[in-house]
């Protein structure tokens, strides 16, 4: 197959076979009924969608960044893999938004054709990294936060937040396992590598507040059976990272409720001007080729 240039190449969708990666494998979906639950509000499923989604697609991007800068190979891959993870489910939860949305847009129109004001994840997620202790602390409490969530999330009356937990749980428990691994590997490891974590894990604190701050749509949802109220994955997270910090010999934080000053928070479109840095990377082909498929 043959194009003029490599505009005719993205904006071409009757072969995607050509593709290596990104077609040919199954829906994890297949056969799960996609009606919004009686009795749930459209709107506030929509924009719960949203808040989960964003989180995982600006983590990834993240952990994308760090691929060719980790300490050794094993860990380019496997933070290559934990984003691809977070990937995938950034792109389920984004069609579930659409889909519940029914104004027509598709994942691709909320990932790249959205301002930084429209997103809705939160700012923990889109936070840069002094180094590689800050990336697996700031990792370690995200994906133990979300894992606590998604576990609530498989008893949802929405079958497809349901489905896709069940897949999320799965990733998440090995994501969890590999930055705790981390932790306390720096930790309990010589002089420097203590003091690099123990400040990683004092800068990552103070955002760890925001992650339980009280939510009107999630706790909407969470009385209709459909999704999990902000502050009730609290005692998970706080015990498992209680548990982390004693293993890596770190005395625990004391500042816990910065994550949600400045304004507002991530969930309300208020975001640091990291976020900006971000998009510009991430959008930049998908606003230079409207139409292009990839």
Not at 18 to 31: C, E, I, Q, V
Request: hydrophobic share 45%; with cysteine.
């Amino acid at each position: 197959m043959s194009f003029d240039d490599a505009y005719a190449a993205l904006t071409d969708h009757q072969d995607d076979t050509r593709w290596a990666y990104g077609t040919g494998f199954s829906d994890p979906l297949a056969g799960v009924p996609t009606d919004v639950p009686g009795g749930v509000d459209a709107a506030d499923l929509t924009a719960y969608c949203l808040m989960l989604g964003d989180d995982a697609l600006i983590m990834s991007h993240r952990l994308q960044q760090w691929v060719t800068r980790a300490p050794e190979l094993e860990d380019e891959m496997a933070l290559a893999n934990i984003a691809l993870d977070l990937l995938g489910q950034a792109r389920l939860l984004l069609t579930r938004a659409a889909q519940a949305e029914g104004a027509g847009r598709d994942e691709d129109d909320l990932a790249f054709r959205r301002d930084a004001a429209d997103f809705r994840h939160v700012r923990l997620a889109e936070r840069a990294d002094a180094d590689f202790a800050h990336l697996v602390a700031r990792l370690l409490v995200f994906v133990t936060w979300r894992l606590a969530v998604l576990d609530g999330l498989r008893g949802s009356r929405d079958p497809v937040l349901a489905a896709i937990a069940a897949k999320g749980v799965k990733e998440l428990t090995y994501h969890r396992e590999y930055a705790a691994q981390w932790v306390v590997r720096l930790g309990d490891g010589t002089a420097e590598s203590h003091r690099r974590m123990r400040a990683a894990m004092h800068a990552v604190w103070p955002a760890i507040g925001e992650l339980f701050r009280p939510h009107p749509v999630p706790d909407r949802l969470a009385e209709a059976g459909v999704a999990v109220p902000a502050a009730a994955a609290r005692a998970e997270v706080d015990a498992v990272l209680s548990q982390v910090l004693a293993a890596a010999g770190l005395p625990p934080p004391t500042a816990t409720d910065g994550g949600a000053t400045d304004g507002g928070a991530g969930r309300d479109g208020a975001h640091t001007a990291a976020l900006d840095e971000i998009l510009a990377e991430m959008q930049g082909v998908a606003r230079a080729t409207p139409g292009g498929l990839w």
